[in-house]
């Protein structure tokens, strides 16, 4: 195979590419400015990038640039035009955030956009700057932005774990791959250092406090590794589809990948154990590949079976796996080797059987003498075996194996077409010389070879050389031979009768294997097209029943299971459930042709989707034998991913359905308790008022018209309540509510809200335990005051009197943690998280007053600030309500990552 570096374009991928081309060229450029973190100079690269495209002509505009009180940065600003920002209210405040509008209005040639990843403020166009910065490109606006490795979402978790620090505002990673250019800007940690001691990262106060959290050297380190590696892997995408564009065929050793080669040797499974081990050593992808040749087609079932299995190896061993048709092994395996620009290609030790031919690994040498080649050695136990060929292996065909009738039957008719073919050329002998006769027996041989195979041709070739002797080559009816020349003939007729049918079987065998590749990519193509319009899990059961039945032959029966899940078997007597819900629980195959409980009747396939398992598919086939045929396994395999992908889709529609429901009928009882409640307020507050007029009326009222109208007041007081509770949780779901979010002291709320309920406290005892260095919180007073109370009064009403109850504080990493307990009977068994529904009372019976809305408004005012709330017990026994608050950062201490990293430990 020539190595030339350049190939000829394949036409339909070169179309391809001026498509592409053609759509990009209607779409704007996009270069990110990519850093380990903050301050190592990527906004300054931008901007000095942008100047120099200004010296050059080039319409330039700032859409928006965080300085962050870096003089370097801002004096970069001057002269080029800056388009004012858009300001936008959210709670109260005023948000700068970038015009998207002005900016397409302008249509500069090229805009600059900071901080890739910022969250825009709501009320924008988009939630995300960067839907920003795409909506400027289609517009064929170029784009110059930057953004750091933490705000990649596939390392998000990754680099908090590291630093732990969770970056609040991430980007998809697709946007960074679909970058038309990345520019990595970096420096040594050191040198970053000593920026931020210099002041030049950050201003003094935020740079003392990075410096003990988050610009740490061995954090910056790690993200500086990090960066490198994800802007190498960017790189290296750039460079396979440069070598795809220009159709390069030569290998370039710009990475350490590796590619495996297995064969149907025993010694399969040390080669991928050992580049899998190189590979790990190499920090390198790698790949193995397989290649089928016709012979190798004809390996027995365990032989097929076993590769499989090797393949299977090597992909739980993090390889991406492939098998290669092909008649010449080296050359499949130094296109793929091109193709996918791999330097190194790992294969066993290869013994020949014959001298004359080179061994795979000098085949592939010549092929491509610019691949390093990498042969592994041979485990010991396997040396008195590595000898063995394929050829020991080779099986006979599936429809000769049917009965011993059968198989012998080609053959038979093999006799017979030789001796009819000398019975009809016999009385030709006076119109045809011999020669025309030999070419009627080669055309006999010919016919025998694509009818029935191998065997039969190769019986024809010498069946005919000896019938063409007897009855045509004189003296006739003997097998002597008078004239030494037909000797040549003979072995004309049986060398060429032998190549003519070992070549026609050769082709009617690989006919009959793209029939049947053909024929299971009909039927997945077919399958998943009925799959894909099913709406319903019976749907998706009958259609998988029906396809198994008529593809495989076999008896199929779909177990699903139920919301304890357990199977929920059939009336069939035949299905063992017991072995159908082991290989549910471990996701594992069972039953016949496996190593669990191979004698049962059945097949057992577990349904496995990307979230869990979601059946058992139990098959029952005609011919055990059809079990051990790899193929047809392996398209059972997919028949059972798509439809456990299929059962996996229809599930999450019911789930989204449900939901859907669940969010009208919310939706409708808050609408109805909004109305009901606001027609109830009126009559209530007469109500309240008439009552207090009553017990001032004159004459005065006795004693017990007095009693009465107090009763009376305090139950329109508490039907006032319970109506000012009912639209709260209205208004709180609808999303009417606006937190007035202040920067205030805790202790000062726990003030107001013993005041506010001391009424209801006066016979319990009431112990605060604040810590003395709480900080500032950012929370609503007003709305905090209400979980307060709302907590002080449950407990008062659950606790008898004289009961104890405290009100602790204290942070706890990154949230102000507060606990209201008391020493009272504590929550009832198993509703620690009940309580919080709304209409869940503590006591289903009971004569305290109250219908279950205070914990369910406590909830929703507590996530409406970011935070949680729980049920427990306390520490003498008692009810525990837990719910904390984000402690954020007090004004005086702005933000230590560009505005977007929140000190929230993972």
């Known amino acids: 195979m020539p190595s030339s570096e350049y190939q000829r374009p394949d036409p339909d991928t070169l179309l391809a590419q001026m498509q592409a081309q053609e759509r990009r060229a209607s779409r704007g450029k996009l270069r990110i400015y990519f850093g380990a973190s903050a301050g190592v100079g990527k906004t300054y690269a931008m901007l000095n990038a942008a100047r120099s495209m200004q010296a050059e002509k080039r319409d330039v505009v700032v859409g928006l640039v965080e300085t962050h009180g870096r003089k370097e940065t801002a004096a970069f600003l001057d002269g080029l035009e800056v388009l004012p920002r858009k300001e936008i209210a959210y709670r109260d405040k005023t948000i700068a955030e970038f015009d998207i509008d002005a900016a397409l209005a302008r249509k500069p040639a090229l805009i600059l956009v900071d901080e890739l990843a910022h969250s825009n403020a709501p009320g924008s166009r988009h939630p995300k700057r960067w839907q920003d910065v795409e909506e400027l490109l289609g517009a064929g606006i170029d784009v110059f932005t930057a953004v750091n490795v933490q705000h990649l979402e596939s390392l998000n978790d990754v680099i908090g774990g590291i630093t732990g620090i969770r970056v609040a505002e991430t980007l998809p990673d697709t946007v960074f791959d679909q970058a038309d250019e990345i520019v990595l800007v970096d420096i040594p940690a050191d040198d970053l250092l000593a920026r931020l001691k210099e002041g030049k990262v950050y201003q003094p106060q935020q740079a003392e406090r990075a410096s003990r959290n988050f610009f740490r050297k061995g954090n910056l380190i790690a993200l500086r590794e990090l960066a490198l590696r994800r802007t190498a892997d960017r790189i290296e995408d750039d460079v396979q589809a440069y070598r795809i564009e220009k159709s390069i065929n030569a290998v370039w050793k710009t990475d350490s990948d590796l590619l495996a080669c297995i064969g149907p040797r025993t010694g399969a499974e040390h080669v991928i154990r050992s580049t899998a081990q190189l590979a790990s050593q190499l920090n390198a992808q790698w790949h193995a590949v397989y290649v089928e040749t016709p012979q190798l087609q004809r390996l027995a079932s365990s032989e097929r079976e076993r590769i499989l299995k090797t393949l299977k190896l090597a992909q739980d061993l993090g390889a991406t796996t492939a098998v290669l048709p092909g008649s010449d092994i080296a050359h499949e395996i130094v296109s793929y080797a091109r193709s996918h620009n791999f330097s190194r290609i790992t294969l066993g030790r290869n013994h020949n059987r014959w001298p004359w031919r080179k061994a795979h690994a000098q085949r592939i040498a010549t092929y491509a003498p610019d691949i390093d080649l990498i042969e592994t050695g041979e485990r010991q136990e396997r040396a008195s075996v590595a000898g063995k060929t394929p050829a020991k292996a080779v099986a006979q065909d599936d429809e000769a194996v049917a009965s011993g009738k059968s198989a012998y039957l080609p053959y038979v008719w093999t006799v017979a077409i030789c001796i009819l073919t000398a019975l009809v050329t016999t009385p030709m002998m006076q119109h045809l010389d011999l020669a025309n006769i030999v070419m009627l027996f080669l ?47 003979f072995s004309v007729l049986l ?129 055990r034998r059809w079990m051990l045929v790899p193929e047809q ?274």
């Open 633 to 906: 396994r392996r398209q059972l395999d997919t028949f059972a991913a798509l439809a456990a992908i299929a059962l996996e889709r229809v599930h999450y529609i019911e789930v989204a359905q449900d939901a859907l429901l669940r969010m009208e009928s919310e939706r409708l009882r808050n609408s109805l308790l909004a109305a009901i409640s606001h027609d109830l307020r009126t009559p209530l507050t007469a109500l309240v008022g008439l009552s207090e007029s009553l017990t001032l009326s004159k004459p005065e009222l006795g004693k017990a018209q007095q009693e009465l109208a107090h009763a009376l007041h305090d139950e329109a007081l508490r039907m006032g309540n319970l109506v000012t509770n009912l639209l709260d949780m209205a208004r709180i779901q609808s999303g009417e509510v606006k937190l007035n979010l202040q920067w205030q002291q805790f202790e000062e709320v726990v003030g107001s809200a013993l005041r506010a309920v001391q009424s209801l406290l006066g016979k319990h005892q009431v112990v605060t335990r604040l810590a003395s260095d709480l900080p500032l919180v950012n929370f609503d007073a007003v709305l905090i005051e209400r979980v307060l109370c709302n907590l002080l009064e449950n407990a008062s009403k659950y606790t008898p009197p004289g009961s104890q109850i405290t009100i602790a504080a204290e942070t706890s990493g990154q949230y102000l943690s507060v606990m209201v307990y008391d020493n009272g009977p504590g929550l009832p068994a198993g509703q620690e998280e009940t309580i919080f529904e709304k209409f869940t009372r503590g006591e289903r019976e009971s004569a305290t007053p109250g219908v279950g809305l205070g914990l369910a408004i406590c909830r929703a005012i507590i996530e409406a600030h970011h935070g949680t709330i729980r049920g427990g017990h306390a520490p003498q026994g008692g009810a525990a309500i837990i719910f904390t608050l984000p402690l954020g950062t007090p004004p005086a201490m702005p933000d230590m990552e560009e505005g977007d990293i929140t000190n929230q430990t993972p």
């Open 495 to 623: 060398v060429v009768g032998l190549i003519v049918g070992q070549l026609t079987s050769g082709l009617r065998f690989q006919a009959r294997i793209a029939a049947q590749r053909e024929g299971r990519a009909r039927a997945l193509y077919e399958f998943a097209r009925e799959l894909s319009s099913a709406l319903q899990a019976e749907q998706v059961f009958e259609t998988t029943q029906n396809f198994i039945q008529r593809t495989f032959r076999a008896r199929a029966i779909l177990l699903l299971p139920n919301d304890e899940a357990k199977l929920q078997t059939t009336q069939s007597n035949e299905i063992d459930p017991g072995i159908a819900q082991w290989a549910f629980d471990r996701a594992t195959p069972a039953g016949m042709g496996t190593d669990t409980l191979p004698a049962s009747a059945y097949f057992y396939l577990p349904l496995v989707a990307p979230m869990r398992t979601r059946g058992v598919l139990a098959i029952k086939p005609d011919n």
């Open 443 to 489: 055309l006999a041989e010919v016919l025998i070879a694509v009818r029935f195979g191998r065997g039969p041709a190769v019986l024809a070739a010498f069946l005919s050389v000896a019938v063409f002797d007897f009855f045509f080559v004189s003296p006739r009816f003997s097998f002597a031979v008078s004239d030494v020349q037909y000797l040549v003939t």
